[in-house]
């Protein structure tokens, strides 16, 4: 189980709070002007195939940037105190 963990780490360290309320805040940011500019875009050349071309780089996009735990989401973190032995 220690070598799942060890593996685990490697592949896809933690985040810190301070990178999960940074990640929450550009998702919701990508989400907000990705769907609207496709929207308006879509309107202004009135074609539907442009609103569903950009909602759906909208979410690669945002997959690309919020799933993986990039180094600018590990800058804070949470430093443990040791345990106590008796």
């Known amino acids: 189980m220690m070598l799942f963990n060890k593996i685990s780490n490697l592949i896809d360290p933690k985040l810190d709070y301070y990178g999960q309320k940074?990640?929450?805040i550009m998702m919701h940011s990508i989400f907000l002007i990705g769907f609207t500019l496709s929207l308006i875009l879509g309107l202004i050349f009135k074609k539907i195939k442009i609103v569903i071309h950009g909602m759906v780089a909208t979410v690669i996009i945002n997959?690309?940037?919020t799933i993986p735990s990039w180094y600018f989401y590990r800058k804070n973190p949470l430093?443990?105190?040791?345990?106590?032995?008796e």
């Open 22 to 24: 940074h990640n929450k």
């Open 79 to 85: 430093l443990f105190k040791k345990r106590k032995t």
């Open 63 to 65: 997959l690309i940037l």
